[in-house]
């Protein structure tokens, strides 16, 4: 009890301290992937489980899977800018860790008994981190780094050692994973090329495509086109790009940051750990 399974960005020098754009907020800075350890959708089925088991889904209520959760930062494109930028450099790191009490914005993880603290690092801590790269999307020539990089896109590291040390796991950020995110309303225009279809592939290249972004869209929510590469949400609302504010969505550009009359076009880029 009294523990979380939390993912969070933190600086690479110290695990303690998180990455805060404003104030701290659930599902912006911090996000619990699972309820409290001693709830009972997490003990139950541990409890019920053969000593040595591995268990790698707790279902929740209707269609909710409990092991995922989100960070968001679409409010300012220039947060969304130095996010990309510091995780890029390695100054920043996406952490998977287990927090210290059950309070959903305790930001303090907790730490391997006897962990030997080496110079030059950071102390170790419970879970994993990830080191990402981005890139431009596909097709575009300049402007922001928005999707992740096919190349080494995402690093698995082992936090709970000192130094801590790169993981065997191998993360697939094909490029053919990238979609672009179509507003409803940009569709009914006519303002960018994408179908409301669906699910329907035409050869191994698009299928692939297809179980990747239906890992983290689900077919209730999201038409996909495979050709086109780009998603819509089947339903309308600011939940993809947040408040307009009089802004138009400029698609096929990557370069709109601070602007006060257009809005850069947002990204899907799946990553899968093989």
């Known amino acids: 009890g009294d523990t979380r399974f939390n993912l969070s960005i933190r600086s690479a020098a110290n695990y303690q301290s998180p990455w805060i754009s404003e104030e701290l907020r659930v599902g912006e800075e911090i996000e619990a992937l699972l309820p409290p350890l001693d709830a009972d959708v997490i003990a139950g089925p541990l409890a019920a ?13 209707h269609v909710q899977r409990l092991v995922e959760g989100s960070l968001r930062f679409y409010k300012f494109e220039n947060v969304m800018k130095d996010t990309r930028t510091n995780l890029d450099a390695r100054q920043s790191i996406v952490v998977a860790g287990f927090s ?101 592939f035409a050869d191994a290249n698009q299928q692939a495509a297809l179980a990747a972004i239906r890992r983290v869209l689900r077919v209730e929510d999201w038409f996909v086109d495979l050709t086109n590469h780009c998603v819509i949400p089947k339903r309308t609302g600011d939940f993809c790009y947040g408040a307009l504010a009089g802004r138009v969505i400029q698609y096929g550009t990557a370069t709109c940051l601070n602007s006060t009359t257009t809005l850069c076009p947002h990204f899907v880029s799946v990553c899968i750990r093989r």
């Open 49 to 61: 489980s053969q000593a040595g088991a591995m268990i790698n889904y707790f279902p929740g209520p």
């Open 100 to 200: 210290g009490s059950s309070d959903e914005l305790s930001t303090v993880l907790r730490t391997p008994p006897g962990a030997v603290h080496s110079a030059g690092y950071a102390d170790a801590v419970y879970g994993k981190g990830y080191f990402m790269r981005f890139s431009l999307p596909v097709g575009y020539t300049g402007g922001e780094r928005r999707v992740m990089s096919s190349n080494q896109g995402v690093e698995e590291i082992d936090l709970s050692v000192v130094p801590p040390v790169t993981t065997l796991a191998q993360w697939d950020c094909n490029t053919n994973y990238q979609f672009v995110i179509v507003r409803p309303e940009d569709k009914a225009a006519g303002r960018v090329l994408c179908n409301a279809t669906v699910d329907r």
